[in-house]
């Protein structure tokens, strides 16, 4: 029996592949674009683009519901599905209700606006095309991943999922990889994402196994995990950090005015539940500085960046990852 994990990255690969093509279809349409009357010559395009996002959208839905059975009895287990997927259902419109012709309407007057400021002609196209691109790959990963949300529902079988990563990933999806959610939890992801659902199947043998976010960092070279990790959080990581903790911090930077100076800093953790939130109160409270209702979190959080700007030596950065809360 092959493993739901392999089948799951089979399936990930051509849905990849699929939204792929349908990209390079639609730019092969954009370049039929007439810089000289773009108004004129979208209403032939724009339907055409209309046209090859809607079939891909369809093909992506109509693999889902294969793969979610398939990967299902992976698991020795009958999905005995509730119906069957209707893959045209998932294309026409896109994830956030918009139809399909208003959404790739947003290219020519991104197009044009990229003109209007001033752009040079190839160049405002070359920026409406990465747009259409952009968009057609995340309608397209939605399609599928929509299906692949219905046909888990559709089984009596199914009650959580987890996920694998498309392509290489990114740091936030690698993090997200190592979770499992029940169906009814959203499924997060950012323009482009090709990551995927994998049905956990109740009660079955072999279920899919998660990514592990250590093992994936550990598994880039260094130049990729500077990349996706950013050069500071990649060598926190390396120095021992938690890698949630680095990641999260990303999702809230802002430049605080600390000690005199402006510092680059992050709200993560640090409302009333946060652990650092938490930390910093306790260390308060045994200086003697607060009382226990009277706490007030001032020092921003600091970055791994920012630490390693600041620390004076390596064990003083270690220290201050610690503080921080990367590090425990
Ligand atoms: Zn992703």
Known sequence: MTDVMDIALAYEVRQRRLAARAVRAG???WAALDPDDLSASWRTVGPRLVAVLAAAQT???GEAGGYVDRAVRAQGVDPDPQGRIVPEAFAGWAADGRPLDTLMLRTLITTKESLGRGLAVQDALGVGGRLMSMYMATEIGDAGRGAE??????????????????GRGCARCAILAGGIYHIETAFLRHPCCQCRN??????????PTTTDAAAYFRGLSRAEQDRLFTVGGARAIRDGADITSIVNARRSVY??????????ATRDSTTRRGLFYQAERRRALARGDTTPGG????????L????????????QALEMLRRFGYLT
């Open 149 to 166: 949300g219905v046909g888990m529902h559709a089984s009596r079988r199914v009650t959580t999922y987890t996920r694998v990563m498309g």
């Open 198 to 207: 994998v049905p956990i199947a109740d009660g079955g043998r072999n279920p």
């Open 255 to 264: 430049t605080a005015t600390a000690y005199g100076r402006r510092v680059q």
């Open 27 to 29: 730019l092969r349409e």
């Open 59 to 61: 093909a992506a839905a």
């Open 304 to 315: 791994p960046e920012e630490i390693y700007r600041q620390a004076e030596t390596a064990e």
């Open 295 to 302: 706490f007030r979190l001032r020092t921003p959080r600091l």
